[in-house]
């Protein structure tokens, strides 16, 4: 079955640090690719997403390309804010007949600090 | 635009109750979901329905149900609590198949 694998947290960062949130799937066929945010309290919103590999997708400074030799979708922004502080969740959705369900990583908590 | 609604935003509940947690979508999506969030668990796929009248079980759909009567409402039922459903509940909604899809802000459910 699908699964998607992410690095534990938490990850604390000073402002303006740089930012990678690494990513690996098990999927068959060609999966699409999400990078969801939760901010405390809040439900999770779509933050970027791509839907072949080598696409690259991007918003809000964040960026993640869709690795498929590697099987990879890591997360990176250059330089991280206060309030990118949130838990970030790497998801899949199947190709073929049920492509509207959704494998979620575990999260990972970033805490970025002043 | 409201979005996804859920209600309540909190409830504590005894052993043996039942209760059932509202979902309401004022986009006009067909496929809804309901999750549960536990602490370093990430989220687990409880029911989905693809349309109104057809729902469909996810990995986790054991001690819960659900109807889907309209577009907008997907109501998930807990018949007898348990502290194992001890958890974060979100319902969502995607307007195609694979496509993005929009959390509610979430029901934070307590069993003793």
């Known amino acids: 079955g699908n699964s998607v694998t992410q690095m534990e947290g938490p990850v604390t960062l000073s402002e303006e640090a740089f930012l990678t949130i690494n990513c690996t799937y098990t999927?068959?066929?060609?999966?699409?690719l999400f990078w969801y945010v939760q901010y405390p309290g809040e439900g999770l919103q779509l933050l970027l997403k791509?839907?072949?590999?080598?696409d690259k997708g991007s918003n809000k400074g964040f960026e993640a390309t869709y690795r498929k030799e590697t099987t990879s979708f890591h997360l990176e922004k250059g330089s991280v804010q206060v309030s990118d502080s949130a838990v970030y969740f790497c998801a899949l959705t199947n190709s073929g007949g049920s492509n509207y369900k959704l494998t979620f990583g575990k999260g990972t908590l970033l805490t970025v600090n002043p | 635009n409201a979005g996804v609604t859920q209600t309540p935003k909190f409830r504590i509940l005894k052993i043996g109750q039942s209760m059932t947690l509202q979902c309401t979508q004022d986009?006009?999506?067909?496929?809804m979901y309901w999750y549960r969030q536990d602490p370093g668990m990430g989220l687990k796929l409880i029911y989905y329905s693809v349309g109104a009248g057809i729902t469909d079980k996810g990995e986790v759909p054991n001690g819960y149900n659900v109807s889907r009567s309209t577009t907008e409402d997907f109501p998930l039922r807990l018949e007898l609590a348990a502290p194992s459903q001890t958890s974060v509940y979100f319902c969502?909604?995607?307007?195609?198949?694979?496509?993005?899809?929009?959390f509610g802000p979430g029901t934070r459910l307590t069993v003793l």
């Open positions: 999927a068959t066929g060609y999966p699409s």
């Open positions: 986009m006009n999506h067909n496929y």
């Open positions: 969502a909604s995607s307007p195609l198949e694979g496509g993005e899809q929009f």
């Open positions: 791509a839907t072949k590999a080598d």
